[in-house]
């Protein structure tokens, strides 16, 4: 990867986004060193502009980004790296340092929710006593689901409608889950389709 240093006066923009859900956590600077030590340590660290010093975001927070893509731009003159992050982003407490209304991508985010159940199951959560009924019980709440989501569609209210759509798709993501598969996989096959 060329990364022109040279033309941003030593130090390029960096956009951190988190690699499941997509969203702008934020923005930072690196130099060459701080892109070789992101790099080598698969941590993201920057250039301090105030305090003039590489800076490992999480450092003192322990809420470290992990890397796990790097992209350039067209200009390479900016880097987009898509993290895991141990924790909340910004200096807040807030996820990201961008105040937006909500987390659009929220279902990517329960996505990870329900994959942590099942890696680390926790006693008394409904995820945990819907995976130890097994996957026809699952695929069962995925038919419930989804007929009272049309039902709800045609004859209720819009909330009504709005809490049973919520319900269909968050037993289709457990469903998912249980099969090994995820939003990722069904967004390529959708992808595919469109061409």
């Known amino acids: 990867m060329e990364i022109d240093f040279d033309k941003t006066n030593g130090l390029v923009p960096v956009v951190i986004q988190d690699d499941q859900t997509l969203e702008v956590l934020m923005l930072g600077y690196m130099n060459k060193e701080a892109y070789d030590k992101t790099v080598t340590e698969n941590i993201v660290t920057f250039y301090s502009r105030s305090k003039n010093r590489l800076w490992t975001k999480g450092e003192t927070s322990g809420n470290f980004l992990h890397v796990k893509n790097i992209h350039i731009d067209c200009d390479n003159d900016t880097l987009l790296i898509k993290v895991k992050a141990d924790g909340p982003t910004c ?11 909500f987390n659009q991508n929220f279902i990517s985010e ?5 994959d942590d159940r099942y890696t680390n199951p926790q006693e008394g959560s409904y995820i945990n006593k819907l995976r130890k009924k097994g ?3 699952i695929a069962q709440k995925v ?3 989804g007929v009272e989501t049309v039902i709800a569609a045609l004859a209720e209210t819009e909330t009504d409608l709005i809490n049973e759509a919520s319900d269909l798709v968050f ?11 995820n939003l990722g996989t069904i967004a390529k096959n959708l992808e595919g389709r469109h061409k």
Do not use: D, P, Q
């Open 143 to 145: 038919g419930e689901e």
């Open 171 to 181: 037993h289709l993501l457990v469903l998912l889950r249980e099969k090994n598969l």
């Open 110 to 114: 329960l996505e990870n929710i329900i």
């Open 135 to 137: 996957l026809n019980k």
């Open 91 to 101: 200096h807040t407490g807030s996820r990201s340092c961008f105040k937006t209304e």
